[in-house]
């Protein structure tokens, strides 16, 4: 009987874990496979813990790893897919807005011969406002990206054992994981589905861990913004030595009536120095990338680990 590993990270997501659980035993105990779910808990500080525990106690399929502190939303998933045993691994959030009852669809393309069976969020109940920066974000990097990237691809889906075996070796310390996967280049089968609002509790998504995901994408995959600064400081230096010679020109030629004041000498000065301060960022952005690859650090650091 083949079996399938499902992954499931969570922080402070005590209003959820028991329809999570039920509605993936519910789906599970329909197919004719083996199957674990792996459910890896970031520290929290509300009864996720409790609950887990609890559930763990009764459902022999649950497994759970205690991380020893919040190891953030992108180290924490992918650490959990590497300790997947299953012939497929099928990764999805625990706030229940990637739907339990779309694994059947999954399952069946992996069975038709597709390594990677990926969910598509085609519409959403989020706000309008979100769902179209997001569809925005997605495309923009597409077109900039050196890689074929997905557009509103979160990560749901489910991949063959021969992926997560090269995911494994790759020993990344900060991945991109939707990047990863196209990175791959499996051809692969895509799933529409609709994601629906949550229903409990609050998202532990803030600007920051939003930022930190979006920067990760760019510095990952497109080197389009150091090549703009380059240019754009080709192109400023430019300008600004022909706007000096005109100036320079016109007041040798009317030295007493052409009086230039300090207003545009302020205004540029200001001009190149938010531009500097910006490229800057960019730059510090990539450094960053490299520091963190270079470090090496662990994806986590499990504290404890129930029914393994």
């Not at 402070?12 to 039920?22: A, Q």
């Not at 889906?157 to 990047?179: H, N, T």
Request: net charge neutral; proline share 4%.
């Amino acid at each position: 009987m083949k079996k399938i590993s499902i992954i499931t990270p969570c922080f402070n997501e005590e209003e959820n874990l028991e329809e999570l659980h039920e509605r993936i035993c519910s789906v599970m105990s329909a197919l004719q496979y083996d199957y674990e779910h792996i459910l890896i808990d970031n520290a929290s500080t509300d009864r996720t813990r409790e609950i887990l525990r609890k559930l763990a106690s009764t459902d022999k399929h649950l497994k759970v790893i205690f991380n020893t502190r919040n190891f953030g939303h992108i180290r924490s998933p992918y650490y959990a897919i590497l300790q997947a045993t299953g012939d497929a691994v099928v990764g999805m959030a625990s706030d229940l807005q990637d739907p339990p009852e779309r694994l059947p669809d999954f399952i069946r393309k992996w069975e038709e011969g597709y390594k990677v069976v990926i969910g598509i969020k085609k519409k959403s109940e989020e706000p309008g406002i979100f769902f179209f920066f997001r569809s925005l974000y997605y495309r923009m990097l597409r077109k900039l990206s050196d890689v074929p990237l997905i557009d509103n691809f979160t990560g749901f889906g489910l991949y063959d054992r021969q992926v997560v075996e090269i995911l494994r070796s790759l020993d990344d310390p900060y991945p991109y994981f939707r990047g990863l996967i196209a990175d791959l280049g499996f051809e692969r089968a895509e799933i529409e589905f609709e994601q629906p609002r949550r229903k409990r509790g609050i998202s532990k998504n803030n600007f920051y861990t939003l930022y930190d995901l979006a920067m990760l994408g760019v510095t990952g995959y497109t080197k389009v913004p150091l090549r703009l600064a380059t240019m754009f400081g080709f192109i400023a230096s430019l300008t600004s030595f022909l706007i000096g010679l005109v100036y320079l020109i016109y007041k040798l030629l009317f030295w007493f009536q052409f009086s230039l004041g300090s207003a545009p000498i302020v205004i540029g000065l200001f001009f190149i120095g938010s531009v500097q301060l910006f490229f800057l960022g960019i730059v510090g952005e990539y450094i960053g990338a490299i520091y963190t690859q270079v470090m090496k650090r662990p994806l986590v650091i499990e504290k404890e680990r129930i029914n393994f």
